[in-house]
């Protein structure tokens, strides 16, 4: 069974920088055949896209709200997926969902994304 774990959210100050993980299970090696990505969810928003990346970590495409403050990673030996934040803003406040795409391209749908994880809040304080 697939599982997907996301760690690292919590409260900062503006300008501050986070990590965020996601951890998975169940894929086997089959991890490293996978598109990921990272969406977020703000109180009375909709889903959206953050970033997300190739199957082998050699490309990756970010939301132009993230592009420059954030980075998405992979390690597929470890299975585990990174969200590296900085320069954090407010507006950046919402709960970061980490997902598995069987897509051969990076997407920034989320419907093409098959599994999720439940989500890490992070929260902004100015």
């Known amino acids: 069974q697939v599982q997907l774990v996301e760690s690292g959210g919590g409260l900062v100050q503006v300008g501050d920088s986070l990590r965020l993980s996601c951890t998975t299970s169940?894929?086997?090696?089959?991890?490293?055949?996978?598109?990921m990505g990272w969406f977020r969810q703000a109180p009375g928003k909709e889903r959206e896209f953050v970033a997300s990346i190739s199957s082998d970590g050699g490309s990756a495409s970010h939301a132009g709200s993230v592009l420059g403050r954030f980075a998405i990673s992979r390690d597929n030996a470890k299975n585990t997926l990174y969200l590296q934040m900085s320069s954090l803003k407010p507006e950046d406040t919402a709960v970061y969902y980490c997902?598995?795409?069987?897509?051969?391209?990076?997407?920034?749908?989320?419907?093409?994304?098959?599994?999720w994880g439940q989500g890490t809040q992070v929260t902004v304080s100015s």
């Open positions: 997902a598995a795409s069987r897509q051969s391209l990076i997407t920034r749908s989320a419907i093409d994304y098959d599994y």
């Open positions: 169940g894929f086997g090696r089959t991890f490293s055949t996978y598109i």
